[in-house]
């Protein structure tokens, strides 16, 4: 790696960290500079504005995601058993990287044309976020006529989410994986039994 390649790489390294913890309108180039021990020229040397910074740093943290997602398999065989799996593995992920996790929640809204691009290109990384696929395997046969597999699948995202947001609030890391599965799987449970036919 030349050395231009390792100060952009700094830089990068430094600025996702201060987009994630304090989002773009609170970041400021000088104390990137300062952090990453370079002058703010040299920032704009390599980044024609701070939003261009910010959008290199995206692509960056969007990949690194998606990287991450690629690699996470499958232990269980059962779809819903599969969906707390995941929502666990995202609950913990989140909390490990809650820098990179803001920052693309912000993008989201910020700048969505970045984003959208970004996933036509590389679908994967929807599929991380929202874990839609994972319902394909669901029967609904089973759903009271009123709702249907889009009701479904809102439902129990709504409630991952909620769970989820309610895991990083407690701080509760050290609660075992298992655990952490079956609440998941059991809260899925309670919302199909729910919007399923009376029998």
């Known amino acids: 790696m030349t050395k231009k390649e390792q100060t952009i790489q700094k830089i990068m390294e430094i600025a996702t960290l201060q987009f994630g913890n304090h989002g773009y309108d609170k970041t400021s180039t000088?104390?990137?500079?300062?952090?990453?021990?370079?002058?703010?020229?040299?920032?704009?040397?390599?980044f024609s504005t701070k939003e261009a910074l910010y959008q290199a740093c995206l692509i960056r943290v969007m990949n690194i995601m998606l990287r991450d997602f690629e690699s996470l398999t499958y232990q269980e065989e059962d779809p819903i058993a599969r969906i707390g799996e995941m929502a666990t593995w995202k609950a913990k992920y989140?909390?490990?990287n809650h820098a990179l996790m803001a920052m693309v929640l912000e993008a989201m809204n910020k700048f969505p044309d970045v984003v959208q691009n970004f996933i036509r290109q590389e679908p994967t990384l929807l599929k991380g976020l929202w874990i839609e696929p994972l319902f394909v395997a669901i029967d609904e046969s089973e759903l009271d006529p009123c709702f249907n597999k889009s009701d479904l699948i809102r439902y129990v995202m709504y409630a991952i989410e909620g769970m989820q947001s309610s895991f990083l609030k407690e701080g509760n890391y050290s609660r075992p994986y298992?655990?952490?599965?079956?609440?998941?799987?059991?809260?899925?449970?309670?919302?199909?039994?729910?919007?399923?036919?009376?029998?």
Do not use: W
């Open 30 to 46: 000088n104390k990137i500079a300062t952090e990453a021990n370079v002058s703010k020229g040299i920032i704009f040397k390599y």
């Open 94 to 96: 989140l909390e490990e």
């Open 178 to 199: 298992d655990e952490l599965k079956q609440e998941f799987i059991t809260m899925i449970k309670i919302i199909i039994k729910g919007m399923e036919k009376d029998v």
